[in-house]
């Protein structure tokens, strides 16, 4: 037998993780205090589970020091 039941097709059920980000932070000190940090590529993680067909655009910046 397929896949098709009574004409309707069987969704297949998929377990998706959802991201928590508290358990990817780091503590960064400042001065006499700690900070919370997620790191870029947990913050990437989180962006790609929030939007799975999303889009990230890159431009390269050049400066060239001491000519203005």
């Not at 900070?35 to 910046?61: C, N």
Request: proline fraction near 4%; include cysteine.
């Amino acid at each position: 037998m397929d896949d098709q039941t009574n004409g309707q097709v069987q969704e297949e059920q998929t377990t998706t993780r959802v991201f928590n980000p508290n358990e990817h932070l780091m503590q960064i000190r400042s001065g006499q205090t700690s900070k919370d940090y997620l790191p870029v590529q947990w913050r990437l993680v989180w962006f790609r589970s929030a939007f799975p067909h999303g889009v990230i655009e890159t431009e390269m910046l050049v400066r060239c020091f001491g000519t203005y």
